[in-house]
Antibody, heavy 124, light 106 residues
Framework: QITLKESGPTLVKPTQTLTLTCTFS??????????VGWIRQPPGKALEWLAL???????RYSPSLKSRLTITKDTSKNRVVLTMTNMDPIDTATYYC????????????????WGQGTLVTVSS | DIQMTQSPSSLSASVGDRVTITCRAS??????LNWYQQKPGKAPKFLIY???SLQSGVPSRFSGSGSGTDFTLTISSLQPEDFATYYC????????FGQGTRLEIK
């Protein structure tokens, strides 16, 4: 069974740095084609992709947030960590992590499964 | 970044209806298009990849089509559990999502 679970603070103050951890089981982040991504969803709004880290340590970031994001992995602990600097109330959202998988022999890829999400509120 | 635009943003329908949701990409993405279903308070659930391939376990009343820039998700006969919000997502470049289509009970 493949599971992912997000953890981190539920409340951060403006200008602080947010650190979120995605702890997963049932797959390895050393397997070719596998990645873990972060996606957020402000209350009542759409999904927004933030960052992805691949099995080979390649990293991709949303262009609009790239300067504020860092994604890292610890394959020995099956964890992926996302940090976001200079938090603002507009960053209030549920943050999800998800496994990125690709169809063998192709570049077709998708996000599945997803963690349950963690709500982060930014407020003083 | 590739922009994804869904229509309609909301849709009212009845059990048994056939519904279609449209997703348009700002540039050609071949068939690098996925669909997800999200129910209130829950994480998105993966439904369809490569525009038309159903994920294992997804009911056959769901179908997807399209290529290039225009895509559709069709539910052939709505069931009570299908009322949810649906998102398209392109995987041609860095992932981007559509703004969602909320499917409500009429």
């Amino acid at each position: 069974q493949i599971t992912l679970k997000e953890s981190g603070p539920t409340l951060v103050k403006p200008t602080q740095t947010l650190t979120l951890t995605c702890t997963f089981s049932g797959f390895s982040l050393t397997t070719t084609g596998v990645g873990v991504g972060w996606i957020r969803q402000p209350p009542g709004k759409a999904l927004e992709w933030l960052a992805l880290i691949y099995w080979d340590d390649d990293k991709r970031y949303s262009p609009s947030l790239k300067s504020r994001l860092t994604i890292t992995k610890d394959t020995s602990k099956n964890r992926v960590v996302l940090t976001m600097t200079n938090m603002d109330p507009i960053d209030t959202a549920t943050y999800y992590c998800a496994r990125r998988l690709a169809a063998p022999g192709t570049n077709l890829n998708w996000l599945d499964p997803w963690g349950q999400g963690t709500l982060v509120t930014v407020s003083s | 970044d590739i922009q994804m635009t869904q229509s309609p943003s909301s849709l009212s329908a009845s059990v048994g209806d056939r519904v279609t949701i449209t997703c348009r990409a700002s540039q050609s993405i071949n068939n690098f298009l996925n669909w997800y279903q999200q129910k209130p308070g829950k994480a998105p659930k993966f439904l369809i990849y490569a525009a038309s391939s159903l994920q294992s376990g997804v009911p056959s009343r769901f179908s997807g089509s399209g290529s290039g820039t225009d895509f559709t998700l069709t539910i052939s006969s709505l069931q009570p559990e299908d009322f949810a919000t649906y998102y398209c997502q392109q995987s041609y470049g860095n992932p981007t999502f559509g703004q969602g289509t909320r499917l409500e009970i009429k």
